[in-house]
């Protein structure tokens, strides 16, 4: 059982690239969430899932898509990277939507030049 | 809009010193309660959280948090910290009626050996 699991664990970026942040989870979770994670601001939630094909909006969405095709996945894609979006990124499951712990991966280190 | 304060950015203890670290909340509804914590170099795991019951919460490690309804707090303690609670502690509020997970902006912890 290796709970969520997040590659690659660094990446450096130019402005404009795109790329997609994968996010596995293999706990049978119906709810998924991308966070950013920044000095000062704590974790804030990017997107969220609560089950393949239904997705939402969190706090940050904007320059960020996300899908949910499988109970296992959510990759987050970058779509014109910026500076602004570097960050550590952090994906999340849980098992349930209200009261229920988050697991959380081991995060990715996002640099954007 | 649901928000998360956490009093303390950061916090410097001696080993053996008592540890509170506040969090407050704005939320009119009901909510589930967590607090999160983020050892160096590892992913956030759950410390301890309130769903329902007894507000004083018992977590891992010695810590434990009380609810304090009439205002909208959830302060973490521990009455002797050790060298190895050096980490990032974070209060999560989760709104009943949305599901959505919102942290606070963190509170590093350093304890001084």
């Known amino acids: 059982n290796a709970g969520v699991t997040q590659t690659p664990k660094f990446q450096v970026l130019k402005t404009g690239q795109s790329m997609t942040l994968q996010c596995a989870q293999d706990m049978n979770h119906e709810y998924m969430s991308w966070y950013r994670q920044d000095p000062g601001m704590g974790l804030r939630l990017i997107h969220y899932s609560v089950g393949a094909g239904i997705t939402d909006q969190g706090e940050v969405p904007n320059g960020y898509n996300v899908s949910r095709s499988t109970t296992e996945d959510f990759p987050l894609r970058l779509l014109s990277a910026a500076p602004s979006q570097t960050s550590v990124y952090f994906c999340?499951?849980?098992?349930?939507?209200?009261?229920?712990?988050?697991?959380f991966g081991p995060g990715t280190r996002l640099t954007v030049l | 809009a649901q928000s998360v304060s956490q009093h303390n950015h950061h916090v410097i203890l001696s080993e053996a010193a008592s540890l509170e670290l506040g969090c407050n909340y704005s939320y009119g509804g009901t909510v589930n309660l967590f607090w999160y914590v983020q050892y160096p170099g590892q992913h956030l795991q759950l410390l301890l959280k309130?769903?329902?019951?007894?507000?004083l919460v018992k977590g891992i490690k010695g810590f434990e948090a009380e609810f304090i309804k009439s205002k909208f707090s959830f302060n973490l303690r521990k009455p002797s910290v050790q060298w190895s609670d050096t980490a990032e502690y974070f209060c999560?509020?989760?709104?009943?009626?949305?599901?959505?997970?919102?942290f606070g902006q963190g509170t590093t912890l350093q304890v001084k050996p």
């Open positions: 999340a499951s849980t098992n349930s939507d209200r009261g229920d712990t988050q697991y």
């Open positions: 309130y769903f329902s019951g007894d507000p």
């Open positions: 999560a509020v989760e709104s009943s009626n949305t599901g959505k997970l919102i």
